[in-house]
């Protein structure tokens, strides 16, 4: 990642995401815009940021890992969101990563200069405790579904998703993920699509060809913020 110095974009994504709104006061000249790429992680799991980071263009996949070394999807992120608040905030070690999931842009606020300006924007504050709110009955609605929903039908609703044109084309790796489960068991059941008829494998695509039976079986609630 890399503050990039682009009056003109920067101007387009503060225009665009309305961000100066969930301010008290005009925070413009406080900011700095920064670009990342695919891959880029923004912040580190046991390691305090030194920006309060906001997302305005690309998408952000939050993740942890258990004892036992497994990786943990948490959630996703697209623009507008803030990206560890809670932690970077009030100094708090993070317990999860950040990691870029596309290209995109961000906005960022120094926090070892702005920090005591930001906690004490009540109206900043009350958008941030909105926003925690909504992310923690987003985790707890997942979680359930995670937990009661079939993979096929947690797949379903995926696939339906991130289609276009009926094509799927995503990484299989992240998906599963994603999906909270193996590599392994998430080809099965592609697998299982498959020879029923109901999707076709063309190298990295699938193609839909029975979108009426996914849109049947996908949980009807789920929701991966994408």
């Given at each position: 990642?890399?503050?990039?110095?682009?009056?003109?974009?920067?101007?387009?994504?503060?225009?665009?995401?309305?961000?100066?709104?969930?301010?008290?006061?005009?925070?413009?000249?406080?900011?700095?815009?920064?670009?990342?790429?695919?891959?880029?992680?923004?912040?580190?799991?046991?390691?305090?940021s030194d920006y309060l980071?906001?997302?305005?263009?690309?998408?952000?996949?939050?993740?942890?890992?258990?004892?036992?070394?497994?990786?943990?999807?948490?959630?996703?992120?697209?623009?507008l969101q803030i990206l560890g608040e809670t932690c970077s905030l009030w100094r708090k070690i993070p317990t999860a990563t950040v990691q870029a999931t596309t290209n995109g842009y961000c906005l960022g606020i120094s926090l070892v200069r702005y920090r005591e300006?930001?906690?004490?924007?009540?109206?900043?504050?009350?958008?941030?405790?909105?926003?925690?709110?909504?992310?923690?009955?987003?985790?707890?609605?997942?979680?359930?579904?995670?937990m009661f929903d079939s993979l096929e039908s947690r797949l379903a609703s995926f696939i339906l998703k991130n289609s276009k044109d009926n094509i799927?084309?995503?990484?299989l790796t992240e998906c599963a993920e994603l999906l909270c489960t193996s590599y392994r068991h998430l080809l099965r059941v592609l697998n299982s699509f498959c020879n029923n008829g109901k999707l076709n494998k063309s190298g990295k695509y699938y193609q839909i060809l029975d979108e009426d039976y996914f849109i049947e079986i996908a949980s009807n609630s789920y929701n991966m913020n994408s």
């Open positions: 990642m890399k503050k990039v110095e682009n009056n003109s974009l920067f101007n387009k994504y503060v225009s665009e995401t309305k961000i100066l709104e969930i301010f008290s006061h005009d925070m413009s000249n406080k900011m700095d815009l920064f670009s990342f790429k695919k891959g880029d992680i923004l912040i580190t799991e046991g390691e305090c980071f906001f997302l305005v263009s690309g998408k952000m996949k939050v993740f942890s890992h258990s004892s036992s070394g497994k990786v943990m999807f948490v959630s996703y992120f697209r623009s300006t930001l906690l004490n924007d009540v109206k900043f504050l009350r958008y941030t405790c909105m926003n925690l709110g909504e992310r923690l009955s987003f985790m707890n609605s997942n979680t359930c579904i995670t799927f084309h995503y990484n």
